[in-house]
């Protein structure tokens, strides 16, 4: 359990975290999400003691990080998975981490042979892929097997195999009951990965809910219907109340689930080509509720729409 | 050539580290001369007080030149550069340049900005400067900053690395030099050839017993220069960027 | 203990401590076997001192290892790990000074006795035995310098924080400021008998005795005014307080 209460942070004139309250349940996966700049970096370091806050305090299991006891047997942190000595061995990074928690030597082992990088052990670190030295990363994370483990940005930068394989990594930690907190830009990610959300923008809170509520909450949802002759049907739906507009040769129908909206082309006698709901994309509920905290606007009109997600959800 | 040129001079001045050394270079020098001109007495200042801080400007210098190149290699820059510019050769020339120039600009600022706070303080007839080793003490400063300024960016190129590059360039003339001078028997001839002791003798004088006059030690420190830069160039060329 | 170890580790598993061990090993054992060499019984014969020449070479480069022991971590944001490891940051920082200062004192030692073996081997026939505590001094005195100018050295990389930075100052310092604020105009020679590396230098070459002590004979003498004994004193306070406002600044600033 991780909880925020009033944490703020200022680098001179720049508010990077503003009065942010939030709590990390146990158990889940929690995405930690924002746009670029949002203060999500800041606000990890906050957490482990690293950045002493301006106002407020985190605290993880009710204590702050720098009171913690050999910390790394309480929680394990992937913040930047290039700090690492470059001429250090995988193996000697995470000795000298190992030793300084007391955790036993063959802990070291164990956290290699999970993280599949036994084999390239006594290489430099240096040398290392970005999906390896991530790996890298996960192994001091998990290294005395902490109930709490925090990463900022686990996938930035990964292929499609290590990303699913992070993905997977996470909900298995979750299953075994520790608390998860992840950061991410990308929606489509913490979408797929996290059950609950926490959303900040320019360091404020935005919300904190399931990521089911959070799209359900932020997008409408709408029907889309097709047919050769809709007049009727559009009259219909008018009056019942449902507000329509045209899309193509279709209608798109909110305020109305499908099952009416067939009842009600029955009743008027038309003819239906596609009855089809469709879902809010993460990407539209986060733009909607953090448009007007994008800390870096870019002017290009009309980005194209990502895909449609489906919330992972639990 | 021009367009490198003006490139290398907008990476140099979009970084600290040029700015805050021409801070530092300027400030000791010109602070040293003061102070020097301030606790003087016996005698009057003469041209050579002035030019007290010398040797701190030089090794400020040294070090910024050094880091002109190092911290491109550090941050991977030189990658970035080399794709733009794939004449090797012309970049790091071009960079050479920018930087010597800027070496010479801060020496000049430096060495007369030094006479004229020694000047304001206590101006005497000895402080004129009239000689031309008066001109050379002085005006000189400059030409040996630029000239220094190539060794480093020659050595920080060979050793890519800003704590590898500055030890050398400062354990070199700070150190080496002088402590060769201590080797019973041969030392004093080895000392009478070193690079920056002969740099030193076109600013200050030769002295009666100097292989070189001193327009000859000038062009001698900057052969130096020139074969450095030259091997930095052939390896910089041979190397993986 | 345990914090002494991992520090021990993260130095021993970089390269930068070996190369400037080898670095500081050859510079002053070389230095000594060639005054050993080139000495000539009937200018200067060799004497205990004479064969400590490169002890200023060393001094130096111990001091670079010690300030990269530092300031690698920095740059390469493992002191953000080792915090989150130990946010204890005072013991953290005291025990990477105490391991570096340790390695610094045993290539202090080496140096020094290596120097004066090999130039006993090269000058069988120069009595070059250790008798006075001068000579002592003069030999087993410089890994109790190198030590802590190490920790001068770890405190100012922890303070500035880059390589370039920290070395720069500290080797500025050391071999350009101290010696040319000797010849300031009248308030230069009472500032140098004051100045910190020119205070260690005592206990080295300090030698009770002036008269017998040639300026050939050995590195540089120090013009400072406490005895050896008291000079290191105060030195090894000018490094405590500069680690202690070192551990301060840390403990303060964001990692
Ligand atoms: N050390 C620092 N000094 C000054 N400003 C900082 C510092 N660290 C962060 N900031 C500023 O604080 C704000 C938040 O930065 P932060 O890195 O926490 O964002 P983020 O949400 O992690 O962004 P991203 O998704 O790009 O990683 C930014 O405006 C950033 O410029
Ligand atoms: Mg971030």
């Given at each position: 359990m991780i909880e925020a209460v009033g944490l703020t942070k200022s680098y001179g004139k720049t508010l990077a975290v503003d009065n942010l309250s939030f709590s990390v349940p146990t158990g889940r996966v929690t995405g930690f999400l924002g746009p670029n700049g949002a203060g999500k970096s800041t606000t990890m370091r906050m957490i482990l003691g690293l950045d002493t806050p301006t106002g407020g305090s985190a605290l993880i299991d009710g204590k702050r990080y720098r009171d913690l006891h050999q910390p790394l047997r309480t929680v394990g942190a992937l913040l930047d998975a290039k700090w690492v000595h470059p001429n250090r061995s995988a193996r000697a990074h995470l000795q000298w981490l190992a030793r300084s928690n007391k955790l036993p030597a063959k802990r070291v082992d164990e956290v290699l042979e999970i993280v599949g990088l036994t084999a390239v052990a006594g290489k430099r670190a240096g040398g290392f892929s970005l999906g390896m030295s991530q790996r890298l990363g996960i192994a001091a994370a998990l290294l005395g097997d902490p109930q709490v483990l925090l990463f900022d940005e686990p996938v930035n930068g990964l292929d499609p195999e290590g990303i699913l394989w992070i993905r997977k990594f996470m909900h298995r930690l979750a299953e075994e009951g520790r608390t998860v907190f992840v950061s991410s830009h990308l929606l489509s990610e913490m979408a797929l990965t996290a059950q609950e959300l926490v959303v900040i923008g320019r360091g404020k809170l935005i919300s904190q809910s399931s990521t089911e509520d959070f799209v359900a909450q932020a997008t409408e949802n709408t029907v889309l219907v097709r047919g050769p002759q809709l007049g009727h049907l559009r009259t219909a739906l008018g009056q019942a109340g449902a507000s329509v507009r045209d899309e193509g040769a279709g209608l798109v129908v909110s305020g109305m689930d499908c099952a009416d909206i067939g009842e009600l082309a029955a009743r008027t006698q038309t003819v239906l080509h596609e009855l089809s709901p469709q879902r809010g994309s993460l990407e539209e509920a986060f733009m909607q509720l953090t448009g007007d905290s994008v800390e870096y606007h870019t002017e290009i009109a009309d980005a194209p729409t990502p895909a449609t997600l489906v919330p992972a959800g639990k | 050539m021009t367009t490198l040129l003006a490139t290398e001079r907008i990476k140099l001045f979009t970084t600290r580290s040029p700015w805050w050394s021409a801070f530092l270079a300027l400030g000791l020098t010109i602070g040293f001369a003061a102070l020097v001109g301030l606790n003087h007495n016996g005698g009057p200042l003469t041209v050579e007080h002035s030019q007290f801080g010398m040797q701190f400007g030089l090794m400020v210098v040294s070090v910024m030149a050094a880091l002109a190149i190092t911290t491109e290699y550090r941050f991977a820059t030189i990658r970035a550069t080399f794709q733009a510019v794939p004449k090797r050769t012309s970049v790091l020339v071009a960079k050479t340049a920018v930087v010597a120039v800027l070496a010479a600009v801060i020496g000049e600022v430096a060495a007369f900005g030094s006479w004229v706070t020694t000047y304001a303080i206590d101006g005497g007839p000895e402080m004129a400067i009239t000689t031309g080793a008066d001109w050379r003490m002085v005006a000189g400063v400059g030409l040996v900053y630029a000239i220094a300024s190539v060794i480093s960016v020659a050595v920080g190129t060979l050793v890519r690395q800003s704590a590898g590059a500055i030890s050398i360039l400062l354990i070199w003339p700070l150190l080496v030099e002088n402590l060769v001078q201590l080797i019973p028997g041969i030392g004093d001839d080895i000392h009478d050839w070193m690079p920056f002791t002969v740099a030193g003798r076109f600013l200050n004088g030769t002295g009666p017993d100097a292989p070189m006059g001193p327009w000859a030690s000038l062009a001698y420190f900057a052969g130096v220069a020139a074969v450095l830069l030259v091997a930095s160039l052939v390896v910089a060329n041979k190397r993986d960027a | 203990m345990t914090l002494l170890a991992v520090e021990r580790i993260k130095l021993f598993t970089t390269r930068s401590p070996w190369w400037c061990t080898l670095i500081a090993l050859v510079l002053t054992?070389?230095?000594?076997?060639?005054?050993?060499?080139?000495?000539?019984?009937?200018?200067?014969?060799?004497?205990?001192?004479?064969?400590?020449?490169?002890?200023?070479?060393?001094?130096?480069?111990?001091?670079?290892?010690?300030?990269?022991?530092?300031?690698?971590?920095?740059?390469?944001s493992t002191i953000r790990a080792t915090f989150l490891a130990v946010p204890n940051r005072p013991s953290t920082l005291v025990a990477k000074a105490t391991v570096v200062a340790v390695l610094a004192a045993v290539v202090g030692e080496i140096a020094a006795f290596g120097s004066w073996g090999i130039a006993g081997a090269i000058k069988p026939n120069v009595d070059l035995a250790i008798n006075t505590a001068y000579e002592w001094r003069a030999v087993a005195g410089v890994g109790l310098v190198y030590a802590l100018s190490a920790v001068v050295a770890v405190a100012v990389g922890v303070l500035i924080r880059h390589s370039a930075g920290a070395i720069a100052v500290l080797l500025i310092w050391n071999q350009l400021v101290e010696p040319l604020v000797q010849l300031i105009p009248r308030v230069g020679d009472d500032i140098h008998k004051w100045m910190p590396f020119n205070i260690a230098n005592k206990l080295v070459t300090g030698n009770p005795d002036p008269t017998t002590r040639d300026v050939l004979q050995g590195p540089p003498p120090s013009d400072a005014v406490l005895g050896p004994w008291p000079a290191i004193g105060v030195f090894a306070a000018f490094a405590a307080v500069l680690l202690g406002i070192a551990i301060v600044v840390a403990n303060r600033r964001d990692a």
């Open positions: - | - | 054992i070389g230095f000594g076997a060639l005054m050993a060499g080139t000495s000539d019984e009937a200018i200067a014969p060799l004497n205990v001192a004479a064969t400590q020449f490169g002890y200023g070479f060393g001094l130096v480069v111990v001091m670079v290892m010690a300030t990269l022991a530092i300031t690698t971590e920095y740059r390469f």
